[in-house]
């Protein structure tokens, strides 16, 4: 008796497991809002160079902020032109589509700049960034309105040993800006500064901050690879020197930690570091908490051959309560290198997913340097040459974006089935929009095509194949920005075997 398969939402992620996945989960995907709109893969705009002659500068973070005298402009932190020292660039007429400048008065003139730590500061009306020098971080500050650029706001007595510091954050409460280097969170309360607000445990490195409630939620990972993660709930109480909780956060580094919808979730990897001699098989472990323990929700472990290059930054940005991150991992035979997210969807499931490719369809040769999303604009560096991108301003859509479903296999992979029909269903296909249909059954590592779809306007296209299989894959191609709203297949199991 034949059965059909219809998938019509993708709001479910990756799966732990591709045999046993909820109709709502799916292998890889790549390049598509799978969660946006439950019932839609919607594929994302083209990446486009940033204007200017921007590699010297090294751009890493981005930052929009409005200054004392109400203009809004957009900011970028990097390097002074052939030295370590800060750069300050700015955009004053288009955020997105104008040109970065540097700032003459914004250069710094010593110190190693930590350029994913720009962070505006509505309460004093500046820009604070953080560089090393010698065994100290030092927080540095500039004025837009006065073009004034103060160096030494403050001092902390500690760096990272692993060269891993989180981006300065703004708890919402108490408006108080806190910076973190190795093991200590320093605070500024409009012009206060205070160097050691909160000293922990020595043997770790904070990794991450966030809110959580009245809490400074603070991620640490451990110096030594094996060791065990920690998140510190502080009340914010520099005359005390504990945490109000201490939570386990599992062996491995916990690198992103973010408020989600009232919830911590984390992200962990094996290691700070890629290819590190220990690692067999590496995993990136997502975590949730909502009191108690930080719950081991997903997992997604290296699954190639050779010496592991998964490599999990510290890099995070949150919009509509979504947590984005960098992340290299090798997955389904090929290395997603680029933006993850995490979130809720609809039915409160927690789901995990590659998201947007950095260079369009070219892959990275080194790895994401940092990044940043204002609105529905991504910028973000990369291959540590100073490519810096940002979402194209216009309605383009070459990018090949790419949806691979679980493995079907009806229940039992050990019998032979007859495929016997096969549709995809989209809305309706624009004039540049093209679909592609690709299979890969049983042993195979390769996709055989089945169909392209590029008619105007229609909304569904299906044709009769006949195929035999033990379990089966397919793979969905899109451009030109065709939006996929299901796919649907049709199969039986053959009648002539026998047991």
């Not at 996945?21 to 893969?41: C, G, I, M």
């Not at 540049?432 to 095509?449: H, I, M, N, R, S």
């Amino acid at each position: 008796m034949p059965q059909t398969i219809l998938i019509q939402s993708f709001d479910g992620g990756i799966a732990d497991d591709i045999r046993a996945a909820n109709p709502n989960e799916f292998a890889v995907a790549h390049h598509f809002d799978t969660y946006s709109k439950r019932h839609k893969l919607t594929p994302y705009r083209d990446m486009e160079n940033e204007a200017g002659t921007l590699g010297v500068y090294a751009i890493k973070s981005v930052e929009l902020f409005t200054d004392s005298g109400g203009t809004q402009n957009l900011y970028a932190l990097g390097n002074v032109s052939g030295q370590t020292y800060p750069q300050i660039l700015e955009k004053s007429v288009n955020m997105v589509t104008g040109t970065f400048a540097t700032s003459t008065t914004g250069a710094g003139a010593a110190g190693t700049v930590i350029a994913t730590s720009l962070r505006g500061y509505a309460k004093t009306n500046k820009l604070y960034f953080m560089k090393t020098s010698g065994s100290t971080v030092i927080i540095d500050s500039y004025d837009p309105v006065t073009d004034t650029y103060v160096s030494t706001v403050g001092t902390i007595s500690a760096t990272s040993s692993t060269g891993v510091y989180p981006r300065p954050f703004r708890h919402p409460q108490d408006d108080v800006l806190y910076f973190g280097a190795g093991n200590i969170i320093a605070s500024l309360n409009n012009t206060t500064f205070t160097a050691a607000a909160l000293t922990l445990p020595t043997g770790l490195i904070i990794t991450s901050i966030t809110d959580y409630g009245i809490y400074l939620a603070i991620a640490c990972a451990p110096k030594n690879q094996g060791e065990k993660s920690y998140t510190f709930l502080w009340g914010r109480d520099t005359s005390l020197t504990t945490v109000e909780e201490t939570i386990d956060a599992g062996e491995g580094s916990l690198l992103v930690l973010e408020n989600v919808e009232g919830e911590l979730i984390g992200v962990s990897s094996s290691a700070q570091t890629a290819g590190t001699v220990v690692d067999i098989a590496p995993k990136i472990i997502v975590r949730q908490y909502s009191g108690g323990f930080m719950r081991s929700i997903k997992e997604i472990a290296w699954t190639g051959s050779g010496t592991p290059t998964t490599l999990l930054q510290n890099l995070k940005a949150k919009k509509d309560d979504k947590l984005f991150f960098a992340c290299k991992q090798y997955i389904e035979n090929k290395t997603v290198n680029q933006l993850w997210v995490v979130g809720k969807n609809r039915q409160g499931q927690v789901f995990c997913t590659p998201d947007r490719l950095v260079n369009n369809d070219t892959a990275l040769t080194g790895n994401i340097d940092g990044f940043d999303l204002i609105g529905d604009y991504l910028w973000v560096a990369y291959n540590g040459d100073g490519s810096l991108k940002r979402t194209d301003d216009a309605a383009n859509y070459t990018v090949t974006a790419i949806y691979e479903s679980a493995l079907f296999n009806l229940g039992e992979s050990g019998r032979k089935k007859d495929l016997i029909g096969v549709t995809v269903m989209t809305d309706f296909l624009p004039a540049a929009g093209q679909v592609v249909l690709k299979y890969k059954k049983d042993e195979e590592t390769t996709f055989t095509e089945i169909f392209t779809l590029t008619t105007d306007n229609s909304i569904s296209y299906g044709i009769p194949f006949v195929l035999e299989f033990k379990e089966i894959v397919f793979r969905i191609e899109s451009t030109g920005g065709a939006v996929i709203t299901g796919l649907k297949f049709k199969a039986k199991y053959k009648e002539s075997e026998s047991y």
